[in-house]
Nanobody, 122 residues
């Protein structure tokens, strides 16, 4: 059974930092692209960051320079380091994997976690 389990969300003040983790199991993810998306109340799910199997990274303009995605293939884990957080970063953050490569379109990602809430207070 394929599972992606996110952790590390919480409540933080503006300007603070959080580190999200996503542990993958149930298949080999080392050749998959891995990504983070987020969904705020009343909004569509949007791309945040992605990383290819060999470490190339891509970011949404809104998080570039503040967020860093990384992965540990040996441990089937992907991370999202979030610095200089803003209230507009408040959302449920989802981890996803895609054996076909990176894309910013959520519908093209095959596997999803259950999400972790990130709340940034002003």
């Amino acid at each position: 059974q394929v599972q992606l389990v996110e952790s590390g969300g919480g409540l933080v003040q503006a300007g603070g930092s959080l580190r999200l983790s996503c542990a993958a199991s149930g298949r080999t993810f080392s050749r998959d692209a891995m990504g983070w998306f987020r969904q705020a109340p009343g909004k569509e799910r949007e791309f945040v960051a992605s990383i290819t199997w060999n470490g190339a990274t891509y970011y949404a303009d809104s998080v570039k320079g503040r967020f860093t995605i990384s992965r540990n293939n040996a441990e089937n884990t992907v991370y999202l380091q979030m610095n200089s957080l803003k209230p507009e970063d408040t959302a449920v953050y989802y981890c996803a994997s895609n054996p076909r490569g990176v894309t910013s379109i959520p519908e093209f990602w095959g596997y999803w976690g259950q999400g972790t809430q990130v709340t940034v207070s002003s």
